[in-house]
């Protein structure tokens, strides 16, 4: 229970089951995938079969929604249906007026507690006499849990469920509409209730929630299979409930809680699929607070709008933040449900050579306006007016729709929903990748793609504010002219070459493995660095060297229903360009908002920087803020610091700054750069919260940034754009040292533009194929979407710099961050004036090991390994010589190293149970017969060891697995008494497009794993 403040009613029940942020769970990473459809009359007749062939379409879909650990309670479903107004004339105690000109809302109240439910009917009514609306009456509406069969987690968090019927007070004439108004009055509720709970502003109650406030349209739902809300709903029993109009709903909740509020239908859409860019949006929307006016459009003082805001409220799932900002965009914004869907899921139209002029305008004006919401979606949306549905821009959801003869379509995520004879079909298809079917009941048409789109994209001049209003980077950079560029701290004039830059890359965390296997295979080939994978080394919390902070992050992968993409053959869908800069106000379409700064790519060159720092163009102005600090402060100059950029950032805002560039080149012998990473997290999270965020760009000009894995993370916690100067100059070092290849035909080195431009180009698609691991396409959607967790960052770090970022295991805090940074500064820029002679660090960069042992000399520590030679040289001796004690001298080296490389070799048994007698205990010849390899392919472990494997655990009665690489057909063939080849594996991988798979492979296994995508992770087949 939740305690309220003295002289309010403190929150008792709950009808969400979902727990708060503990240990290894958070609430914030709740995800949607499900089952979705709607039947709709062309005719906009209302009609029994109507509803009935929904609720037929829903329970077909049962496979597509889950239920938990109780067969009898499911993650969610319900209808959406156009008010039966006959039916409710026919219900309620009390008069109705005309269809049309009252709202119905569809109410979870407080459960066996008459003080809490009169509590919230009170401030529901007090919102109503506030915003004009008098209360024609409540309705209970009649439920029947055990018809219904609701399961034990259902039934303790069951809502009473009650109807509130209201209508615009006499004679008011009012110049916002009906719809708009009762938008306004459940939002306001929501807020009054709250007050009146003594509940938190920023988060949803937990026993109380609208299901839909319409004068159009009402919802049924509940923590429910879909074969429960018939019976549970006796009204939509009733043979006097009709409609034009249902939209039906079956909720997977991917890795979440089921809960009656998240089940869908909610107020103006059905999601099947996953937003995966949510942090990011949900941040971006949350600066846009200080930039929306919708006074006028909802008529509501300023007071009032700030009383609403935010517009997504905490706790809400991908698909509830989701529908909150639609209902802005329509309801707030005037824009019609298609043009919102299309500016909240744009199509791919960056690299599309055929697309409409037109449209393509539309959409590079709404670049400037919102980020996309990425990721795989089939979006059902409505207004009562409309209904219609869209896929994501990779059409990673499936949509069919069928058109009968009589005028009634039928959409689902598949077919079959409906049994409809072949004969009364007009029309039958799909939707595409970024399509959108719509249909309008008011006109009783279906409106294609390619006219509606048109349409829409013909009401303004879009073309025209794009040319006049976006600053091109290359204009500036023309404007500027010929800029000096800025000298580097601590590089020597007196030395060519590396050595002639070793101050400044040692500060900033260059090692020689950095330049040897990063940096030169990007700017010979222009394409990452191959390496194998898995990773022996520590992690960056349990390193005993220096680490970067970029270190302390993981990237996540798209995982169960959420596919990967292929950046190679799918790059059409994919793109780098950004609008930076100040935003204008997101419900007000006009030419201004398309006044930003036009980036191709995140990355920015020395010239491009310059250019930016002394720009004067078109009333944009910036501002270098200087991140670095006094050597002499110690480790507390890092978090003052953070502070200080963060202030100065607010301040250049207020002065109507429209970039901000962070700069970490004022580092030299007394002055200490902070990481680029903590000062970019810190200033943007700062600027979010502050609501200022969409009014400046944040631009970093960083010594440290120089791998894939930094840009993801930079633009991943903010940064609109990274100029990596040091990088930049390193290439031109590598290049007089003569390390970098030829150009063609030639005895002399490339030219540096062209190194430059390689090692952008790796850089650039390796941003691409890490937000593909994702499932995103595209540079705006990554931006601020956060898609990393912190291993071994404390939670004081992810509040003040990556708010919102998952941390489960806590770890280093600012202190060790400062140390670490003192340590690799003093590398650079040592106390005393030169070292020693003879000394190899007067000549080299260090070499710390992190990719290949190395081990420690002259006292510099090195990096640990799993594969430490020691135990390899006891390893081998125990392959040659059969040796038991040779392994065990292996596997205790082995395990001593894992203590200091990985979290679980921390971890032990904590029990003050006694231990089992081993005779009561399965013996281990059974328990191996239970055990699986890892699906390693013949290609990634040599052949030796790929049919060592199958041997051992077919000896063993276990199981190996080929993986995806297939298995030679001679290890398939019986010996010659019958039995197995003891070669062959158990478990046989079937992956898309892989060579190997033929009838004869599958059908010699005991198991087949079935991949959804090539290289695909565990889980997701």
């Known amino acids: ?144 849990s055990a018809a219904a069969d609701l399961g034990e987690s259902a039934l303790a968090t069951e809502p009473d469920v009650a109807q509130l019927f209201v209508a615009p007070r006499d004679g008011d004439q009012s110049a916002i509409p009906l719809e708009t108004r009762l938008y306004v009055l459940r939002r306001l509720a929501t807020v009054r209730t709250k007050q009146a709970r003594g509940a938190p502003a920023d988060n949803i109650l937990d026993d109380f929630y609208v299901c839909s406030l319409s004068s159009r349209t009402v919802v049924y739902k509940g923590q429910l299979k879909p074969d429960q809300v018939m019976p549970y709903y006796p009204d939509l029993q009733d043979e006097s409930f009709t409609a034009y109009l249902s939209l039906v709903h079956s909720r997977f909740s991917t890795n979440t809680f089921p809960s009656w509020d998240r089940a869908q239908p909610l107020h103006m859409m059905g999601h099947n699929g996953e937003i995966n860019t949510l942090k990011g949006n949900s941040n971006w929307m949350l600066a846009r607070e200080g930039l929306i006016d919708i006074t006028e459009k909802l008529g509501v003082s300023e007071a009032l709008q700030a009383e609403l805001a935010p517009t997504i409220e905490g706790g809400l799932s991908d698909s509830g933040a989701f529908n909150a900002v639609l209902e802005l965009l329509v309801k707030g914004g005037g824009r019609s449900l298609a043009e919102a869907m299309m500016l909240m899921i744009p199509e ?74 072949p004969e009364e079909i007009e029309q039958k298809g799909r939707l595409r990748p970024g399509n959108i079917l719509l249909v309008d009941f008011d006109k009783g048409t279906i409106l294609q793609d390619a006219d509606m789109k048109a349409k829409i994209a013909a009401k303004r001049p879009y073309a025209d504010w794009v040319k006049n209003q976006v600053i091109e980077l290359d204009h500036l950079v023309a404007d500027a002219g010929a800029v000096a560029k800025p000298a580097i701290s601590g590089a020597r004039d007196d030395a060519a070459g590396v050595i002639g830059l070793l101050a400044p890359l040692r500060a900033a965390g260059f090692t020689r493995e950095a330049l040897d296997m990063i940096l030169l295979p990007m700017i010979g080939t222009g394409s990452e660095a191959l390496g194998s994978m898995g990773n022996d080394a520590p992690l960056a919390v349990m390193s005993e060297i220096p680490k970067l902070t970029y270190e302390y992050f993981k990237q996540m992968f798209a995982q169960v229903t959420n596919p990967p993409i292929d950046p190679i053959r799918e790059e059409v869908v994919t793109s780098l360009e950004c609008m930076v800069g100040p935003e204008g106000d997101l419900v007000t379409t006009q030419e201004s908002s398309a006044h930003r700064l036009r980036l191709r790519s995140p990355l920015l060159t020395v010239e491009q920087m310059e250019a930016i720092k002394s720009m004067n163009h078109m009333g944009w102005t910036s501002r270098v803020l200087d991140a670095t600090y006094d050597v002499n402060e110690g480790t507390a100059g890092l978090e003052r610091t953070l502070d200080r950029l963060a202030q100065e950032a607010s301040a250049a805002v207020a002065d109507g700054v429209a970039c901000v560039v962070i700069s970490d080149r004022a580092q030299g012998l007394s002055r200490v750069a902070v990481s680029s990473l903590l000062s970019c997290g810190a200033v943007h999270h700062h600027l979010v919260q502050k609501l200022e965020r969409t009014r ?217 149970r006694e231990p089992v007698p081993v005779d009561q205990v399965e013996p281990a010849s059974n328990i191996v017969k239970r055990f699986c390899t890892g699906a390693m392919s013949y290609g990634s472990i040599s052949l030796e060891a790929h049919s060592t494997l199958a041997r051992a655990m077919n000896r063993l009665g276990g199981k190996s697995n080929t993986g995806e690489g297939g298995e030679n057909p001679r290890r398939l063939v019986p010996q010659a008494d019958g039995s197995k080849n003891p070669e062959r594996s158990a478990i046989k991988q079937v992956a898309s497009g892989r060579f190997g798979v033929t009838a004869y492979y599958l059908s010699n296994s005991d198991e087949i794993q079935i991949k959804m995508a090539q290289g695909a992770k565990p889980g997701e087949g």
């Open 1 to 144: 229970n939740r305690t309220a403040g003295r002289g309010v009613m403190p929150v008792e029940a709950k009808h969400s089951a979902v727990p708060e942020a503990k240990g290894l769970f958070d609430p914030g990473n709740d995800r949607d995938a499900c089952g979705v459809g709607f039947v709709g009359e062309l005719s906009k007749t209302p009609s029994r079969q109507n509803v009935t062939q929904a609720l037929e379409m829903l329970v077909r879909m049962t496979h597509r929604g889950a239920c938990g650990c109780e067969e009898n309670t499911g993650d969610g479903a319900g209808i959406l249906a156009s008010i039966p107004h006959d039916f409710f004339e026919k219900k309620c105690a009390f008069d109705l007026p005309p269809a049309g000109d009252y709202g119905l809302g569809m109410f979870y109240l407080p459960k066996d507690d008459p003080t809490a439910r009169g509590v919230c009917v009170k401030a529901v009514e007090a919102a109503c006499a506030e915003l004009g609306f008098d209360v024609l009456g409540w309705r209970d509406v009649p439920t029947d």
């Open 348 to 421: 791919a139209w960056q690299n599309n050579p055929h697309m409409d002029p037109a449209r393509r305008a539309f959409y590079e004006f709404h670049s400037a306006v919102m980020e996309p919401w990425d990721g795989p979606a089939l979006v059902t949306f409505t207004d009562g007016v409309q209904v219609g549905a869209t896929l994501d821009r990779n059409g990673l959801r499936p949509g069919r729709f069928y058109l009968t003869k009589t005028g009634r379509i039928v959409m689902a995520s598949e077919v079959g929903v409906v049994d409809i004879p």
């Open 696 to 912: 400046v760009a944040i631009l970093l000009d960083s010594a440290e940034a120089r791998d894939v894995h930094h840009f993801c993370t930079l633009t991943g916690f903010g940064a609109d754009g990274v100029c990596p100067y040091l990088a930049i100059e390193a290439v031109r070092m590598l290049r007089e040292d003569n390390l970098v290849p030829n150009a063609p035909g030639s005895d002399s080195p490339a030219p540096l533009e062209k190194l430059v431009d390689n090692y952008f180009h790796a850089v650039e698609h390796g941003m691409l194929k890490v937000f593909a691991k994702m499932g995103i396409s595209t540079l705006a959607s990554y931006k601020g979407a956060q898609i990393f967790e912190a291993l071994g960052l404390n939670s004081d770090v992810v509040a003040k710099c990556f708010k919102g970022t998952v941390s489960r295991v806590e770890g280093v805090g600012f202190d060790q961050l400062a140390a670490d940074a003192l340590a690799m500064h003093h590398m650079g820029f040592p106390a005393r004036a030169t070292a020693p002679d003879g000394k190899a660090e007067t000549a080299t960069l260090r070499n710390a090991g992190e990719y290949h042992w190395r081990g420690e000399k002259d006292g510099v520590p090195t990096e640990r390994h799993l594969n430490d030679p020691k135990a390899i040289q006891h390893l081998q001796a125990a392959s040659r010589q059969n040796s038991p004690d040779e392994y065990r001298k292996y596997a205790d080296i082995t395990d001593e190293l894992n203590k200091g490389c990985n979290l679980r070799g921390m971890i032990t048994f904590k029990s003050d």
